[in-house]
């Protein structure tokens, strides 16, 4: 808890995910809390939070340490993607050399349930390798930036999920785009993958619920799942709610939060 300082807190939150924009919300709430929500501004139209917010990386790891003295952060949230090691590594080291307190906000990969067919790989690349030689019908729920890894693969037809409509011809000769935004139902998702004819399905472990739905869909359908491993990211304090984050930024309940 803190003793009402003078001024808010500046915290900066590395976003790109449902939680962040959750943790967001909770910080709009709290006015001991001066939050800035930072995108890297892959995706056309990133939510607007309630907070104030700034697109695109940093520079680096010097360029995020700057960033951090220029704007008097005290305190650092990652609350990016699992996938997003890059940023995740450049903040361990920038929040080491600027002394700022850096906590991450991570919810824990899916685990296999009865009746999952997963192949586990260490990446897309091994994803990719995996689907095999023979055609298939593959569903690709891993983004728009790293579909070019299966370009190699010109042999299967693929079904894309997209958060934003591409601007340029996938590197896919067989694909068709859909265009939508989590969280999704699982019942959508079965049906999506029972219309395509889906005979895989290629999943990032990201965890959480808000793109959980295709892997229970691909259980409902008895459809083996690519399931790529998470990337090391280095040793840092992590959280699984937005919940806990508002404990480490010292925020006590109010009393409606309490109930009282
Ligand atoms: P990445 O490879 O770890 O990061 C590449 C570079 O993008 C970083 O070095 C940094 O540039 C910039 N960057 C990334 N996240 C940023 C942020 N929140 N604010 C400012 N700059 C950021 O990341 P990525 O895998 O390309 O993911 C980019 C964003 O999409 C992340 O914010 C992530 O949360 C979100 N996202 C990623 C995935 C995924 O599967 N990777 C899925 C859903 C959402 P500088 O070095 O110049 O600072």
Known sequence: ??????????????????DANRLARAVAND??????????????????PPISWRLGGFGGIDGLVNYLRGENIVRVVDATHPFAAQMSAHAVAAC???AVPLLALERPPWQRAPGDHWIEVDDLAAAAEALGTAPRRVFLGIGRLQL???????????????????????????????????????????A????YRAEIVVAKNAGGDSASAK???????????????????PARETVET???VMRWLGHDKTPAERGV
């Open 31 to 48: 006015p001991r809390i001066d939050a800035i929500l930072s995108y890297a501004g892959h995706t056309e139209n990133p939510t607007p």
């Open 1 to 18: 808890m803190i003793s009402s300082p003078a001024r808010p807190r500046r915290v900066l939150i590395l976003g790109g995910t449902a």
């Open 96 to 98: 080491a050399v600027a």
């Open 148 to 190: 070019k890894t299966f370009a190699a693969h010109p042999q299967h037809s693929y079904l894309v999920r997209l958060v934003d409509r591409p601007r340029v011809p996938l590197p896919l000769p067989d694909a068709e785009v859909i265009v939508a935004r989590g969280p999704f139902k699982v019942a959508d998702d079965r």
């Open 242 to 244: 937005p919940a806990e």
């Open 215 to 233: 892997i229970e869909a691909a259980r409902d359908l008895a459809l083996p799942v690519v399931m790529v491993r998470r990337p090391f990211i």
């Open 192 to 195: 999506m993958l029972a219309n």
